[in-house]
């Protein structure tokens, strides 16, 4: 970081340049507060604005090539993009008078509402799921979902609710279909950012005062992490509004963890190396210029691979994995900036009583040479490959719960830790109607080969033949094409519902000339399962050879690198087996979504990369004084405790997704924990300080420092 020569117990640096001393000299700190103060007050009213640039509807998620994106858009050219919110009515034992003559009554009113983007004049029903003794009723009222159409898909449906009451007297009454879900859906994502933010918050202070057991320290970085994710929120809103960035709840609740999670574990490292130095330097802003020039490159390293793997989330299918890869390299990448800047800054404006009770004198002896991470290396030390053979086999074994891993998909029912109305009403619909009543398919097919379209989505395994209709308010043609629903005898969002979906795309492409087009809910979750089914295939790879790279170039070496990943993909294994029979059997949840793989893979290597850097070139470091072997040693006394409270910080920064009341967030939150946690205490603390201890010297090869002699370390 600054061009600073001196050994590190020598008084200070011989000079006093470089982007060091910019950070933290004795004026300059000043100016570097006043600018970031400057940009704080910019841009926290533009932060707040995050959420209302969120893009929730689903072309937004889709592949942009997905033959239901492609429905999706020439839908619009027949009618306005509806979703229908269904209303159900049940009652064991059959509908009464009184119940039927309530239903009609609220059909009228329905009709007349007209707030919140509801088509109350085109609602279909109430339809009886028999002409004699019904015991069910349905009520669908469409509503409008243009670009303002998630902000009001709950308000809409709460006006609905309140036309139609709740149940009563053995009447039971909910809410389903695609807008009774699609307003759960965004109420539970109502409030992510706050409810995040002080989960992560309340996390990161507990480690901090628990690492640092100092009240007054753990402000520090605090302030740091914040002022990092509202400058992160302010730059992506304006790109989502000016520049055509995609963003949506997943990817805005995602980069509060990163930035969190990210920036503290950077703070970490600093620290730990901030206060070695202070023991050895009187003058604080020396001892901060020599923290940031020797941890600096391994913290810098650190926040760019992260940056680069999320950026190789813009070559998914996926508009949402592919909307995320941005986001999150923008968070990182402005965390690391405060983190290099404002952090170290702060530091030195408060001086060496920020770290009361415990505070680093000048001279005070350095508790790591003689801690517990330096007698847990001397004992690895003795039977290296013993050691690393017997955690490699362990690791294996955990990763055989890979066997109950189900990344095929969540149906709605299974998609909450809870059960919210529009679910508890899809159960009851399921009894009385179809099951994929209220989210059909949609076929567009030439005007001239309609007829033939519709006998042959009519007559295909899995489709209710006599649901074929054109829904109301929809352009009988438009530009020689028609438009027409069908509706699955399965759920629209069960395997049963995507097969019948292929089924009916392959009917149609047999008409000749029709260029007929299957899109629709159902068609929706299969074009998803796909696209991401490619985008695993594709992004992981790359991935991984992006971090290889990157290591390669940092350490100057082949052999390093190439252990590293692979304690990596070992890592990797064995949290997903662990996490599978954790959800089968714990928390029973039904199955995982198709792209949790993904996620938990890129947030594990790109950010328990973190620990291999922070490891692997403090032993670099250390080899080029005493040798590879005792280096090893001392590299893992210095960064052992920083790497466990950084492991901790982050590991609950992801656990605070389980807060929010969806399954595939609190399977991503726990996944992403429990491999932090096993990276941080097994694979970088045992496998591969014994892998490193075990090949030696040749570990650096085809570096000069893999043809050293070699030593044995300190094995007292």
């Known amino acids: 970081m600054a061009d600073v020569r001196t050994d590190a117990r020598a008084t200070g640096p011989k000079t006093r340049h470089g982007v060091a001393w910019l950070v933290c000299g004795r004026r300059s700190k000043w100016l570097v507060l006043l600018l970031w103060l400057v940009i704080i007050v910019g841009v926290a009213?533009?932060?707040?604005?995050?959420?209302?640039?969120?893009?929730?509807?689903?072309?937004?998620?889709?592949?942009?090539?997905?033959?239901?994106?492609?429905?999706?858009?020439?839908?619009?050219?027949?009618?306005?993009?509806?979703?229908?919110?269904?209303?159900?009515?049940?009652?064991?034992?059959?509908?009464?008078?009184?119940?039927?003559?309530?239903?009609?009554?609220?059909?009228?009113?329905?009709?007349?509402?007209?707030?919140?983007?509801?088509?109350?004049?085109?609602?279909?029903?109430?339809?009886?799921?028999?002409?004699?003794?019904?015991?069910?009723?349905?009520?669908?009222?469409?509503?409008?979902?243009?670009?303002?159409?998630?902000?009001?898909?709950?308000?809409?449906?709460?006006?609905?609710?309140?036309?139609?009451?709740?149940?009563?007297?053995?009447?039971?009454?909910?809410?389903?279909?695609?807008?009774?879900?699609?307003?759960?859906?965004?109420?539970?994502?109502?409030?992510?950012?706050?409810?995040?933010?002080?989960?992560?918050?309340?996390?990161?202070?507990?480690?901090?005062?628990?690492?640092?057991?100092?009240?007054?320290?753990?402000?520090?970085?605090?302030?740091?992490?914040?002022?990092?994710?509202?400058?992160?929120?302010?730059?992506?809103?304006?790109?989502?509004?000016?520049?055509?960035?995609?963003?949506?709840?997943?990817?805005?609740?995602?980069?509060?963890?990163?930035?969190?999670?990210?920036?503290?574990?950077?703070?970490?490292?600093?620290?730990?190396?901030?206060?070695?130095?202070?023991?050895?330097?009187?003058?604080?802003?020396?001892?901060?210029?020599?923290?940031?020039?020797?941890?600096?490159?391994?913290?810098?390293?650190?926040?760019?691979?992260?940056?680069?793997?999320?950026?190789?989330?813009?070559?998914?299918?996926?508009?949402?994995?592919?909307?995320?890869?941005?986001?999150?390299?923008?968070?990182?990448?402005?965390?690391?900036?405060?983190?290099?800047?404002?952090?170290?800054?702060?530091?030195?404006?408060?001086?060496?009583w920020l770290f009361w009770p415990v505070v680093p004198h000048m001279g005070s002896a350095e508790p790591t040479e003689r801690g517990t991470w330096a007698r847990i290396g001397r004992r690895i030390a003795r039977r290296p490959r013993v050691v690393w053979v017997a955690t490699a086999v362990a690791l294996a074994i955990l990763s055989l719960g890979l066997l109950q891993l189900r990344a095929e998909g969540i149906s709605n029912a299974d998609s909450f830790t809870d059960k919210p109305d529009s679910i508890a009403g899809q159960e009851i619909s399921e009894k009385y109607f179809p099951a994929g009543t209220g989210d059909p398919l949609v076929v567009v097919a030439n005007s001239a080969q309609g007829p033939q379209v519709r006998r042959a989505v009519a007559t295909t395994e899995g489709v209710v033949a006599r649901s074929i209709t054109v829904p109301p308010n929809t352009a009988r043609e438009h530009d020689g094409r028609i438009l027409f629903e069908a509706t699955t005898a399965a759920p629209s969002d069960s395997q049963a519902a995507r097969d019948t979906v292929q089924r009916v795309r392959d009917a149609v492409r047999e008409v000749p000339d029709a260029d007929a087009k299957v899109g629709g809910g159902p068609a929706t979750l299969l074009d998803m399962d796909r696209a991401t089914a490619h985008d695993n295939k594709l992004v992981i790879p790359l991935v991984l050879v992006v971090v290889l790279l990157i290591l390669g170039l940092l350490l100057r070496a082949v052999i390093a690198p190439l252990l590293l990943i692979g304690t990596v993909v070992l890592s990797f294994a064995a949290a997903l087996g662990v996490s599978a029979l954790t959800f089968r059997y714990l928390f029973d949840y039904a199955g995982e979504s198709t792209d949790f793989p993904l996620f938990v893979f890129v947030f594990l290597v790109a950010l328990g990369i973190d620990y291999n850097i922070f490891l692997t070139t403090r032993i670099r470091e250390e080899a080029a004084r005493q040798g590879t072997r005792p280096g090893v040693v001392t590299g893992l006394a210095a960064t052992g405790a920083v790497i466990t409270s950084a492991g901790l910080v982050l590991a609950g920064t992801f656990a605070a997704l389980g807060t929010l009341p969806m399954v595939a967030f609190a399977e991503i939150g726990f996944a992403v924990a429990l491999g932090v946690l096993l990276d941080t205490f097994i694979v970088r603390s045992v496998l591969v300080t014994a892998l490193f201890l075990d090949v030696g010297p040749r570990v650096w090869w085809p570096h000069a420092l893999s043809r050293e002699s070699g030593g044995a370390p300190d094995q007292r």
Do not use: C
Not at 225 to 238: K, R
């Open 45 to 352: 009213p533009l932060a707040q604005k995050l959420t209302d640039a969120q893009d929730n509807d689903a072309q937004s998620w889709l592949p942009g090539s997905a033959e239901s994106t492609q429905v999706l858009d020439l839908s619009k050219d027949f009618r306005p993009e509806v979703v229908p919110a269904i209303v159900i009515y049940a009652r064991e034992g059959g509908l009464t008078v009184a119940d039927r003559a309530r239903i009609a009554a609220d059909a009228r009113q329905l009709r007349q509402l007209s707030d919140h983007g509801l088509r109350g004049a085109e609602t279909r029903g109430p339809v009886y799921d028999r002409p004699l003794r019904p015991s069910a009723a349905q009520i669908a009222i469409p509503v409008t979902m243009d670009e303002k159409g998630w902000e009001r898909i709950a308000p809409a449906v709460d006006s609905v609710r309140d036309a139609t009451g709740r149940s009563a007297d053995g009447l039971t009454i909910h809410i389903t279909g695609p807008g009774g879900t699609s307003a759960d859906f965004s109420e539970a994502f109502e409030g992510i950012d706050s409810t995040l933010l002080l989960s992560a918050l309340g996390i990161v202070i507990v480690i901090l005062l628990f690492t640092y057991r100092s009240p007054t320290l753990l402000v520090v970085p605090v302030v740091s992490v914040v002022a990092a994710l509202f400058t992160a929120q302010a730059l992506i809103y304006l790109l989502a509004e000016h520049g055509g960035l995609t963003v949506n709840g997943q990817s805005a609740g995602i980069l509060t963890v990163l930035v969190f999670g990210a920036g503290t574990d950077y703070a970490l490292l600093l620290v730990a190396r901030y206060r070695e130095e202070l023991r050895r330097h009187e003058d604080r802003h020396e001892a901060m210029a020599l923290a940031l020039h020797r941890a600096g490159p391994a913290v810098l390293a650190s926040g760019a691979t992260v940056v680069v793997s999320m950026l190789m989330l813009l070559t998914a299918d996926m508009n949402s994995t592919r909307g995320l890869g941005p986001v999150a390299a923008i968070g990182v990448a402005i965390g690391l900036l405060a983190m290099l800047t404002l952090f170290p800054a702060l530091l030195v404006v408060f001086g060496r």
